[in-house]
């Protein structure tokens, strides 16, 4: 269900006012006073159109999460949503939000879903109105602002992908893979870690880096997007590519993952893309070598080894910590060498038996 459907479909049953901005439609709308303060602090909105969408919470929405008003609002919350094209909000270049259309039922019911990472607004046919400026949209919400890739997957309610935010975190490259923009981010269920724990706990942290940044892909790819077939390079550079292939909804494949549904989980990275396996680079366990992209450790300390070896991970009973300056409690590896005594240090050495014992806990608390 594209927007366009949804805004032909709106226009059986919107209401149409005179005027020729945005502005004038906010005026002219009995729900929309909250908003109407904000117009001239928004100047892009009183600009005649055409083909501009206006997504915005309504009166009942903002008092609902502001009993002050709009001006108790803290600023970041009030970009929400901005000026759109018409027809067009599923690419918005800002990646504040995305648009789902899943919901879609027949006028008067219409409804637009748009969605963050972590919530969702939803405008229905009664509060769409229209002039020759565009479209405004009344929303039943305020969108959040989006997180980063790793809180939100640790967050959203759409999925359970939390042991992926804690891989990454544990693997110690959560400040690589949140500094990344306009990418997406294949993310395995819960379920789909799970399955490979056993693995994933006789590898080394370089390995499992590698394995992780095998899930990412340096541009963003929608879901409506996806090419038909396209290998594509991913952050772990060249040669490690994924294939990328429509199959149309709940068909569409990763590799030989399938890519889940909700899609499109908007973070500040891009999209978050549900799948149901984890992929290994190429078909295959990376090289214990294997050289990983400049700065993906850089949060934690340049000194720990860059990887350890099989055995010795698989000797440590190390407690995996979740941030920098929480200690190892290490049996097998000495905490007095001066590489696990620094802060940051303790994160390079996680050992995989620690990774696959925290995954065994937490999907057990699940
Ligand atoms: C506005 O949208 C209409 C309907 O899709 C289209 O025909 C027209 O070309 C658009 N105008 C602009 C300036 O984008
Ligand atoms: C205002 O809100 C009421 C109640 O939700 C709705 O029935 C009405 O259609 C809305 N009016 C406009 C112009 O959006
Ligand atoms: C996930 O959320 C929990 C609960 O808020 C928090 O304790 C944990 O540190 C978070 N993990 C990550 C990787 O963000
Ligand atoms: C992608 O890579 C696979 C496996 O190497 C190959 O079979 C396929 O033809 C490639 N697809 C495209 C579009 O290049």
Redesign the pocket.
Known sequence: MRLLAFLAAAGAVL?TVNGQTIADLIKA???MTEIAKLIPANPAWSQPGPNKTLFAP?D?AVRAAYPGGIATAPAPQLINPTTYKRYDVVSDTAGTISAVYDNYQEPPAVEVHLRTGTNEAIGRA??V?SNAGGVLV?LDGILNPNLSPVATANTTTQTTISLWAMTVQQAGIATYVNSLKESTFYVPTNAAITEVASTLATLSQNQIAAILLYHIIPQRVNSVDLPSDNNVTTVLGAPYSIRLRYGGEGTSTINDATLGIPGDIETTGGPIQIINKVLLPNGGVPPTAIQLPAGVFAAASTTAAASSSATSAASRTAAATTGAASATTASAASSTSPAAAKPGAASRVIAGSSLLGLIAAAALAL
């Open positions: 209401s709308n009995p729900n309504t009942a009664g509060d109105t009344g």
